[in-house]
């Protein structure tokens, strides 16, 4: 009964993880919402929420929420938290959490020049491509080569963790500092909420009485 009449392709659901069919403002309140009512307590929904940011800035693409979710196991957080918390890294803000995260971590490395988004995205998949070719080549007969994922390892990956890491760790406490009043506070109004309401039925069954 309360079944879509026409089944979501899953390609559309693919589609609405990327970018909700509400838009991006709207499914960031619907997951925001979801969090605040999450039965647990405050300080380990901000564990975990603070366990997806930080990983939303590490060059772990596609690894984000299952690293994340390792990561809160190991600090006692709430694993739907720390999904929630990898939103911060969305197709939106990838591009200048990529930008910055290269750009810092190539200054404390030490690295010459500056990269685009477009040339690090590149790069990646590029990498991911070499890497897939030379797993494919290690059961089959075609020659293997690492010397492209040498380069991008030094060049981008590494100066992408290191910049994410302090980025992503200022970005990971200030979303704990802030989460746990925020969910302390929807937590109390929610606990006065039910006081009155059972205040109101006792009162209702005492009014009834002869």
């Not at 109004?189 to 209702?204: E, F, L, P, T």
Request: hydrophobic share 45%; net charge positive.
């Amino acid at each position: 009964m309360f079944k879509r009449s026409k089944p979501r392709t899953y390609g559309q659901m693919i589609t609405e993880l990327v970018y909700p069919r509400g838009g991006i403002r709207r499914g960031t309140t619907y997951l925001w919402h979801r969090l605040r009512r999450l039965p647990d307590q405050p300080h380990r929904i901000a564990r975990g929420i603070a366990a997806g940011v930080f990983l939303s800035f590490s060059p772990l693409h596609g690894f984000h929420f299952i690293v994340a979710a390792l990561l809160c196991l190991a600090i006692r957080g709430n694993v739907l938290a720390a999904f929630v918390g990898t939103f911060a890294g969305n197709p939106l803000t990838t591009p200048f959490i990529a930008l910055g995260a290269v750009g810092l971590g190539r200054t404390l490395l030490g690295l010459p020049g500056d990269m685009s988004p477009q040339r690090i995205f590149r790069e990646f998949a590029h990498a991911t491509s070499e890497t897939w070719h030379n797993i494919m080549s290690a059961i089959g007969p075609g020659p293997t080569s690492w010397s492209g994922l040498s380069e991008f390892w030094h060049e981008i990956f590494l100066p992408y963790a290191v910049g994410g890491a302090v980025l992503g760790g200022v970005a990971a406490a200030l979303s704990y500092y802030l989460t746990i009043p925020l969910v302390r506070r929807y937590h109390r109004r929610k606990s006065q909420a039910m006081a009155k309401r059972i205040a109101r039925v006792q009162g209702a069954d005492r009014d009834r009485r002869p």
